[in-house]
């Protein structure tokens, strides 16, 4: 029985160029030693082990009583994670992190500390959580893809104000660099319909639905001249899209990308609870 292979494309830039970004980032602030919090999965591993090499190349250090620090994700929906079993789950995490943060103390300033997350939607119970733990406030916080533009966390004071305290920071692949007038009408659109906030990958999907139609195009007008490999990567290499230029590289990830980092803001409302949104701050 012949055996298939599958060829896999990204069209956004891989993890190790976030974490490049990542990690001059937090060096660029100050920061000389990290706090590492992650999801125990394939991308939180990834993602930290990225950040932690990169950071190192620039000098810094990272915590090294923190190995054991990632955590298991919570699976369902995030009503279900704001259950007090699992704010005592997430307790146990955060006080793992909070006597790392103590023990850094020892021999760095405040400002030199920061604690890298790389979580998705258990950022919010992880935050509101966080308030219990004061020392956590002291030093600032940095996130990844995994938690820029959440609409979940800004939803809810406490996690919104703990971004706040900390400045959070979130990288995101950026949208600067494409067809802005298309790219306006496009999130306009997925506001109308989904009414949230678009995150910049749900526009790099549009662009990879087209790619794809292209090159189904190509390989129907060249059939047994041109593989659809081929022609998925000729299309995307010449196509330019609401995301911008969608080139592949030898792997199938995005060849060229820039990302945006993002801060949660607070909106005077007039007298009332103040609202929360995010705030794009750097283009990178």
């Given at each position: 029985m012949p055996v298939k292979i599958y060829w896999m494309t990204r069209f956004v830039p891989n993890d190790l160029e976030q974490a490049k970004v990542i990690a001059k980032e937090m060096w660029n602030q100050g920061i000389r030693i990290v706090v590492p919090l992650w999801r125990n999965d394939i991308y939180g591993h990834e993602l930290m082990q990225g950040v932690r090499n990169e950071f190192q190349k620039l000098g810094g250090k990272f915590d090294e009583n923190s190995d054991n620090i990632g955590y298991a994700p919570r699976t369902g929906q995030l009503a279900a994670s704001l259950h007090r079993i699992n704010f005592i789950m997430w307790d146990n995490t955060l006080k793992a992190i909070e006597e790392r943060v103590e023990n850094a103390l020892s021999n760095h300033t405040q400002e030199q500390i920061g604690v890298f997350m790389v979580s998705l939607d258990e950022v919010t119970p992880l935050f509101i959580q966080a308030y219990n733990h004061p020392i956590l406030s002291k030093v600032r916080w940095f996130g990844s893809?995994?938690?820029?533009?959440?609409?979940?966390?800004?939803?809810?004071?406490?996690?919104?104000?703990?971004?706040?305290?900390?400045?959070?920071?979130?990288?995101?692949?950026?949208?600067?660099?494409?067809?802005?007038?298309?790219l306006d009408e496009l999130l306009e659109e997925i506001r109308l319909r989904a009414h949230v906030t678009p995150s910049p990958y749900s526009v790099v999907a549009y662009d990879a639905f087209w790619v794809a139609a292209l090159a189904e195009n190509v390989t129907m007008l060249n059939e047994g001249n041109?593989?659809?490999?081929?022609?998925?990567?000729?299309?995307?290499?010449?196509?330019?899209?609401?995301?911008?230029?969608?080139?592949?590289?030898?792997?199938?990830?995005?060849?060229?990308?820039?990302?945006?980092?993002?801060?949660?803001?607070?909106?005077?409302?007039?007298?009332t609870a103040p609202t929360f949104s995010w705030n794009r701050t750097t283009d990178k």
């Open positions: 893809d995994g938690t820029a533009l959440n609409e979940k966390l800004i939803r809810n004071p406490e996690s919104a104000l703990f971004a706040i305290n900390t400045s959070y920071n979130s990288s995101i692949f950026s949208l600067q660099y494409g067809n802005q007038e298309k041109h593989t659809s490999r081929e022609a998925i990567v000729d299309s995307a290499n010449s196509y330019f899209g609401v995301t911008g230029n969608t080139s592949l590289n030898a792997v199938g990830d995005r060849a060229n990308g820039q990302y945006d980092y993002w801060k949660v803001v607070a909106k005077d409302v007039g007298g």
